[in-house]
């Protein structure tokens, strides 16, 4: 009997960030899943920068300490880390860069999922890439926890 493998899971930095301000929300419950090893998170260090970043702005230092981001960070080293991401596909379009990075994570690892938060931006729309499906936080927590 081989060893089971984890699923592979993305999270957007926009779900990343929702786990820490609220411990009842579904982003803290994906995030306390994958703490409890029941997925394999797959980051990139371009995401762990722009974490660093965005935990600097001021709407969210009021809300977020920045000690609280700093150890979620420093606990995602532990995840499946992708260092320089192939670029996209010229057939493969997206409106905002940060999303065209997510979707290269996704190529790149052959993730089962990628979670957003981002009603606004196409990844919702777009529902899939490849083998990895695209969903809300709160469709993975009934697909998948």
């Known amino acids: 009997m081989g060893a089971q493998t984890l699923m592979r899971v993305i999270l957007d930095t926009n779900v990343?960030?929702?786990?820490?301000?609220s411990p009842h929300n579904p982003p803290n419950a994906i995030y306390r899943a994958w703490r409890a090893a029941r997925f394999e998170l797959v980051t990139a260090a371009a995401q762990l920068?722009?974490?660093r970043r965005v935990s600097r702005y001021p709407r969210?230092?009021?809300?977020?300490?920045?000690h609280r981001v700093g150890t979620m960070i420093n606990n995602m080293q532990h995840a499946l880390v992708?260092?320089?991401l192939p670029d996209l596909a010229r057939d493969i379009e997206v409106s905002d860069p940060n999303d065209a990075s997510l979707l290269a994570m996704a190529l790149a690892s052959e993730a089962d999922y990628l979670v957003t938060g981002d009603r606004h931006?196409?990844?919702l729309q777009?529902?899939?890439i490849k083998h990895t499906?695209?969903?809300t936080p709160a469709a993975f927590c009934v697909e998948a926890l």
Do not use: Q, S
């Open 16 to 21: 990343l960030l929702a786990a820490l301000i």
């Open 49 to 51: 920068d722009e974490l």
């Open 60 to 66: 969210i230092k009021a809300i977020l300490p920045a």
């Open 82 to 84: 992708l260092g320089a």
């Open 121 to 123: 931006a196409d990844l």
């Open 126 to 128: 777009r529902g899939r």
């Open 133 to 135: 499906r695209i969903v």
